[in-house]
C-alpha cells in the first residue's frame, strides 16, 4: 500500500503548463506536470467521473448517471439468521416454510472471509474498531460482522458482549437477554446499576426512527389522518352539486392538533448547512457538525414515499444527537401530502425536528412532474394550501426553500416571496432564496445581485418581514464578506430594511470543503493538510458504519457514499498549492496535478480508480469485479 506522505514525483525542471481558462484554478507551475503522476493509478477510465480527458473530446454533461453499477445482492442463505446471533431460538425454524437464514454457525464461520482490517491489502487503522462492539457493547451482526474478531468466539460463531456480571461489574461474556441494553453514562445512582447479564450502551442512539406501530399503520393506509386526500375533497364538492347531502369534510387547511407553542429559529450568525441529496447523509452531517456548523437538515424526502411507510424515506429523517438544531426538508404536489405528514411529525413522540424546509427548488423532472420541487412555485394555491395546513399542525415553524423562477429571464421569487407574506400565515421562519433558476439547475454563477434585490424590495413594510437567506456558490470566507456580508447592509428604493440575513447557507462548497465553517467563523483560509483530510474520511468511515451496518452489505453502502463524497472532495486544491487565492466554486483543477505528497495527490485525481484505492485504505480491498460511477455529474465533462 502507497505510504501516505511519501513525496510525490518531481516535475520537469522545463514544464510549461498550457495557460488555465477561466474555469480551470490556477496552480503553481511547480505543481504541473507534462503526464500523470506514478501514484495514480495509469489505466484512465471513462466510467462517468470527471476524467481527464482533452478539451476537444469533452461533452457537456449534466444531470444524473443512470443504470449505475451495483453491489451484487447478498443471499438470504449466506446471512445468519439474528436470533441464532442473539442466543435465542428461531421463531420460524419450526413453521411450515422454516427460516430462510442460516442457521449453522460453525459452517458460516468456516466460510467466513477475514476481517477487512486484516491481510497485507486490509485496513489496518480498522482493527478492533467495531463500531457497535464500541458503541453498544454488544454487536447485533455477530457472526457477519466485517470486523466481528473483536466480539466473536472464533472457536464456536457465537457473539460476545460486554455484561454486567453478579458484582456490578464490566465482563464479557454471553448475554442472558441481548435484546436489553441500559444506558451507563446516564445511570448515577446505585438503583440504576443494570441487572447481571443485561448489554451495556454506552452512548445515545440516533434519533427520529418511526415507531413500528405508526409504519403499520401508514403501510396498511390505517393511519387516522384528519386531513383527507384532495380527490377526496373533489369527491365531496361534487356530491354537494348534485344536491346531496356530503358529510362534513375535512380540508387541508383544517387544525388537525391542538396549538402548541412554536420557537423560531434565529439564522442569523449561524452556518447552515442545505439538504444535500445523496451526499448530505448523516454520517456527513457528523463531520460537518465537527467543523462547526451551527445547523443541519436531512436530505430531501417525498412525502408520498413518507406516507407509504417507506422505511429507505424515513431513513432521512434520521438525527445524531450531535445536531442540536435539526431541520427536515419535505417535497410534494399536493397540501394534502404536506398536511399529513405534518400529522404524522406532530403526532409522534419519538421525532424531534426544529423546522421544516418546504422544497420548491428540486430541478428533477421525476420531481417537478409530479407539481413538486420548483413546480411548486408556478402553483400558488397548493402553497398557499400547504403552508396553512402545516403551520396549523406543526409545533415548529417552515422555511421555504425556492429558486429565482423557472428560467433565468423571467424570475418571480420576488412576486412569490411579497405573497406569501400577505397571506400572513404565522410559522413562516424564513424564505432561502438558491440563486439560480430551474432551467439553470446548477450551471453559471448564482446570481447575488437578484437575491439583494428579493431582499430590498420584495417585501412590504405593512406586514411582518419574514428573513431571507442567499444560497450559492459560497466556497471561501471570501466569499460570505463578498456575498453576504457586504450586501446585507444595503437599502431598499425608498430606504426601507433589507430582509437579507448573515447567515451562511452551504452547499457543494461543504461537499468539496467540508472544513469551510471553520474558514467562515476563523475569517481565513485554511491550507490543511492530507492527513488532516485523510483523518476525516476515516471518521466519516466510522460513522458510515456505524449508520448503514458492519456486516458486508453496511460495509459496502459505506464505501458507496464515501465514492459519491470522493467525487466532489477531489475538485479541491490546497490553499499552498494555488497561484491565486482562494479558489472559486466554479473552477476545477488542471490535469495532471501533483500534490506535496503522493496522498494529496491521489486526492487531487479526477479518475474514479484513484477514488476506489483511497477507499480501500479504509475499508480494504474492493472485489476484483467493483465497478463505481458517481450519482450526479454535477456539469462536469466526460
Not at 429559529?265 to 467543523?291: C, E, Q, S, W
Amino acid at each position: 500500500m502507497t505510504s501516505t506522505e511519501s513525496p510525490a514525483q518531481a516535475p520537469e525542471a522545463d514544464a510549461e503548463p498550457s495557460p488555465p481558462d477561466s474555469f480551470t484554478v490556477q496552480v503553481k507551475s511547480e505543481f504541473l506536470l507534462d503526464e500523470r503522476p506514478s501514484c495514480l493509478v495509469q489505466e484512465p477510465e471513462d466510467n462517468g467521473g470527471d476524467n481527464e480527458t482533452s478539451t476537444d473530446d469533452r461533452k457537456p454533461s449534466r444531470g444524473q448517471n443512470k443504470k449505475r453499477p451495483r453491489d451484487s445482492k447478498i443471499a438470504d442463505a449466506d446471512k445468519a439468521c439474528l436470533a441464532v446471533v442473539r442466543g435465542e431460538p428461531c421463531p420460524f425454524e419450526k413453521s411450515g416454510k422454516g427460516c430462510r437464514y442460516n442457521h449453522d454457525l460453525k459452517e458460516m464461520l468456516a466460510n467466513r472471509p477475514v476481517d477487512i482490517s486484516e491481510g497485507e491489502e486490509g485496513a489496518d487503522w480498522l482493527k478492533d474498531e467495531c463500531p457497535f462492539w464500541k458503541k453498544n457493547g454488544y454487536c447485533q451482526f455477530g457472526i457477519m460482522c466485517r470486523l466481528g474478531k473483536t466480539h466473536i468466539n472464533m472457536a464456536t460463531g457465537q457473539n460476545l458482549c460486554r455484561t454486567v456480571d453478579e458484582s456490578g461489574n464490566e465482563a464479557i461474556g454471553l448475554p442472558t437477554q441481548a435484546g436489553q441494553s441500559t444506558d451507563v453514562s446516564s445511570s448515577n445512582e446505585s438503583t440504576d446499576k443494570p441487572k447481571p447479564g443485561t448489554v451495556l450502551k454506552h452512548q445515545i442512539d440516533v434519533k427520529n426512527i418511526l415507531s413500528k406501530e405508526t409504519t403499520n399503520l401508514l403501510r396498511k393506509n390505517k393511519y387516522p389522518f384528519v386531513c383527507k386526500r384532495h380527490f377526496e375533497m373533489k369527491k365531496g364538492s361534487k356530491d354537494n352539486n348534485k344536491g346531496q347531502a356530503a358529510p362534513p369534510t375535512v380540508t387541508a387547511t383544517t387544525p388537525a392538533l391542538p396549538a402548541k407553542e412554536r420557537k423560531l429559529i434565529d439564522f442569523r450568525n449561524k452556518v447552515y448547512i442545505a439538504p444535500l441529496t445523496t451526499v448530505g447523509n448523516l454520517p456527513f452531517r457528523r463531520i460537518m457538525k465537527h467543523y462547526g456548523a451551527d445547523i443541519t437538515c436531512g436530505e430531501m424526502a417525498l412525502a408520498e414515499q413518507l406516507l407509504k411507510g417507506q422505511a429507505s424515506e424515513w431513513a432521512l429523517l434520521k438525527r445524531h444527537p450531535s445536531e442540536d438544531c435539526f431541520g427536515v426538508q419535505i417535497a410534494a404536489g399536493h397540501a394534502d401530502q404536506f398536511t399529513r405528514l405534518a400529522e404524522v411529525l406532530a403526532n409522534e413522540d419519538n421525532i424531534e425536528v426544529d423546522f421544516l424546509d418546504m422544497n420548491l427548488g428540486c430541478p428533477l423532472d421525476l420531481i417537478c412532474n409530479k407539481g413538486a420541487g420548483a413546480c411548486l412555485m408556478l402553483r400558488e394555491k397548493k402553497l398557499r394550501a400547504s403552508l396553512e395546513g402545516m403551520l396549523k399542525v406543526l409545533p415548529c415553524p417552515v422555511t421555504v426553500k425556492m429558486r429565482t423562477g423557472w428560467n433565468e429571464k423571467e424570475p418571480i421569487a420576488h412576486h412569490l416571496q411579497r405573497n406569501i407574506q400577505k397571506w400572513n400565515i404565522d410559522g413562516v421562519g424564513a424564505f432561502m432564496l438558491h440563486g439560480r433558476s430551474r432551467l439553470q439547475r446548477y450551471s453559471r454563477s448564482a446570481n447575488w445581485d437578484y437575491i439583494t434585490e428579493v431582499g430590498c424590495n420584495s417585501q412590504s413594510s405593512e406586514f411582518n418581514n419574514i428573513p431571507l437567506i442567499g444560497n450559492g456558490d459560497i466556497f471561501s470566507y471570501s466569499d460570505y464578506e463578498e456575498k453576504i456580508l457586504k450586501n446585507v447592509e444595503k437599502r431598499g428604493e425608498d430606504g426601507g430594511a433589507n430582509n437579507l440575513i448573515p447567515c451562511a447557507m452551504l452547499g457543494r462548497g461543504a461537499l468539496i470543503k467540508p472544513w469551510l465553517p471553520t474558514e467562515i467563523k476563523e475569517c481565513r483560509d485554511w491550507d490543511i493538510s492530507a492527513t488532516e483530510r485523510l483523518d476525516m474520511l476515516k471518521d466519516f468511515t466510522r460513522f458510515g458504519l456505524e449508520h448503514w451496518g458492519s456486516d458486508q452489505q453496511g460495509v459496502n453502502r459505506t464505501r458507496r457514499f464515501l465514492l459519491e463524497w470522493l467525487s466532489f472532495l477531489h475538485r479541491y486544491v490546497p490553499v499552498g498549492m494555488l497561484e491565486v487565492v482562494p479558489q472559486q466554486m466554479n473552477q476545477r483543477p488542471p490535469n495532471n496535478l501533483c500534490g506535496r505528497s503522493d496522498l494529496e495527490t491521489i486526492m487531487l485525481s479526477k479518475n474514479c480508480a484513484d477514488w476506489i484505492k483511497l477507499s480501500e485504505m479504509l475499508l480494504g480491498k474492493v472485489p476484483d469485479d467493483f465497478q463505481f460511477e458517481p450519482k450526479h455529474k454535477a456539469n462536469s465533462y466526460k
